[in-house]
């Protein structure tokens, strides 16, 4: 069934993507703009859940960006490590419930255990449901679950006849989370990068050039406006 096209976007996605030219524009290393980014992050945090955002998943680092520098790779991770125990606090007083999303075994002890720890520390919170995908691919995260559901059949545990889309989707790492609605790409790139394939395959995209160093709450509220007008079909047909 249609929805009414005047529903905001209950689970907005986002690409973050425009650090490094940001930071190259004005000649300086990388990871400048990837500290701007992560500045941003937490502007656009405080201010989603007064947009009317219940659930945020944000992009940090996906599958394929290992093929990075080693510098800009490790450069990264630091700055999770450092978010995570730095916004702790904050998350927690403003009941921010924060998830991760992506394959961990690939990340250093460390951060594993600041993810955890985060994850456990925010779980009884509900204001905003804030997930960030960290070696995060989707297709990889498709493989991960078809895996998973063999191994389930394989043991006897699970019928393969019985294997839908309920199933696949409970498998994946974004079981507990509903499907976005919403997804932006900052930067002015068209493309999905293995972002959410299998959840966002009826979310509506939105495509802005602006750098995500300088993607404000402001711009994030017009783009808001403008998925309220747009009609959502579903494969059905809107009546008159
Ligand atoms: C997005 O910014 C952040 C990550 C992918 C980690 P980029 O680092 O991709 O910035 P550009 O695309 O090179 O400008
Ligand atoms: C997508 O951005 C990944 C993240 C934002 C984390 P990229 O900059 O890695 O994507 P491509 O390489 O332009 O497709
Ligand atoms: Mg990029």
Redesign the pocket.
């Known amino acids: 069934m249609p929805s009414d096209t005047r529903t905001p976007p209950q689970h907005v996605a986002i690409i973050?993507?425009?650090?490094?030219?940001?930071a190259?524009a004005r000649g300086w290393p990388?990871l400048v703009?990837?500290r701007k980014?992560a500045e941003r992050v937490k502007q656009i945090v405080t201010a989603a859940p007064d947009l009317g955002i219940k659930w945020l998943t944000i992009y940090?680092?996906?599958t394929e960006?290992w093929k990075r520098s080693t510098e800009e790779v490790l450069g990264?991770m630091a700055l999770f490590s450092r978010y995570i125990e730095r916004e702790a606090d904050r998350m927690a007083a403003n009941s921010v419930r924060m998830r991760f999303i992506g394959d961990r075994t690939r990340l250093d002890d460390r951060l594993r255990g600041l993810m955890d720890g985060i994850e456990a520390r925010t779980a009884q919170h509900s204001r905003l449901n804030l997930t960030v995908a960290i070696n995060y691919g989707g297709r990889d995260e498709i493989v991960r679950a078809a895996r998973a559901l063999a191994a389930e059949a394989a043991a006897g545990r699970l019928d393969p006849a019985r294997i839908d889309e309920a199933a696949l989707g409970g498998a994946l790492d974004t079981a507990a989370l509903p499907d976005p609605d919403l997804v932006i790409r900052t930067?002015g790139?068209t493309r999905t990068s293995n972002f959410l394939p299998w959840q966002a395959a009826y979310a509506e995209y939105e495509f802005t050039p602006t750098?995500?160093p300088d993607f404000t709450p402001e711009e994030l509220a017009a783009i808001l406006a403008r998925f309220g007008t747009r009609e959502r079909r579903f494969g059905g047909v809107v009546s008159a």
């Not at 973050?16 to 940001?22: L, Q, T």
């Open positions: 973050m993507d425009g650090n490094g030219r940001w190259t990388r703009g990837h980014g940090a680092f996906s960006n990264l930067s790139e750098l995500w």
